[in-house]
């Protein structure tokens, strides 16, 4: 009965390393969805699931983003040689099922701040 | 085309008065414009939703008024009380190849509530 969660809660990193992000979607739900929120700004879509295959990656920012979903459930963001720019809030949301009106029910996020 | 303007950027009101946050889109094809509430630190929830060939849709103090030939859509709080004080964001379903069901959302309003 647990809803999204999503780890770590706070990542502080520096200049050109590598982070991972984790998100554990609402169990049986087929659908995931990454966001990225910058403070003061609305969610912005970054990638989403249908089970294990990437459906839509359109809003990935560059090479250096890059997500899956092995077995179509935990999902894991990976940031390469990050930027300072890419400090935000990083949201993971899941829904039952592609389709009308499935909601999508997200995470607390991950706040990720590059020094 | 892809994007949703909200306004106003924060809005204070008095408990028990009216709220009234509102957005336009530009793109015809969004099928689905959902409101969704977020205090700080956490993620978004939905808060109501509404389909094009609906006008209005009320769920309790929350209604949801749809112009579709002037591409706009509003929320009105009604009793607005404190505990409503959050960032409200609208949203529209994009269409990209497939359906993703990838949410566009507007920038955000800061509702502050005085007791």
């Known amino acids: 009965g647990a809803g999204v969660s999503q780890t770590p809660s706070n990542k502080v990193t520096e200049k050109g390393k590598y982070v991972e992000l984790r998100c554990d979607p609402i169990s049986g739900h087929t659908a995931l969805y990454w966001y990225r929120q910058s403070l003061g700004q609305g969610p912005e879509f970054l990638i989403y699931?249908?089970?294990?295959?990437?459906?839509?990656d359109s809003g990935l920012p560059n090479d250096r983003f890059f997500a899956v979903r092995p077995e179509g459930s935990v999902s894991t963001l990976k940031i390469q040689r990050t930027e300072r720019g890419d400090s935000a809030v990083y949201l993971c949301a899941s829904s039952p099922r592609q389709g009308l009106n499935n909601e999508q029910f997200f995470g607390p996020g991950t706040r990720l701040t590059v020094l | 085309q892809q994007q949703v303007k909200q306004s106003p950027q924060s809005l204070i009101v008095q408990k028990g008065g009216i709220s009234i946050i509102n957005c336009a889109y530009e793109n015809t094809a969004f099928d689905y414009f959902p409101w969704y509430q977020q205090f700080p630190g956490k993620g978004p929830a939905l808060l109501i939703a509404i389909r094009p060939d609906v006008s209005e849709k009320k769920e309790g103090r929350f209604t949801i008024s749809f112009n579709k030939s002037a591409k706009q859509f509003s929320l009105h709080i009604m009793d607005s009380q404190p505990g409503d004080s959050a960032t409200y964001f609208c949203?529209?379903?994009?269409?990209?190849?497939?359906?993703?069901?990838?949410?566009?959302f507007g920038t955000g309003t800061l509702l502050a509530v005085q007791p």
């Open positions: 699931f249908q089970g294990t295959g990437a459906a839509d």
């Open positions: 949203a529209a379903r994009g269409l990209g190849g497939g359906a993703t069901n990838k949410l566009i």
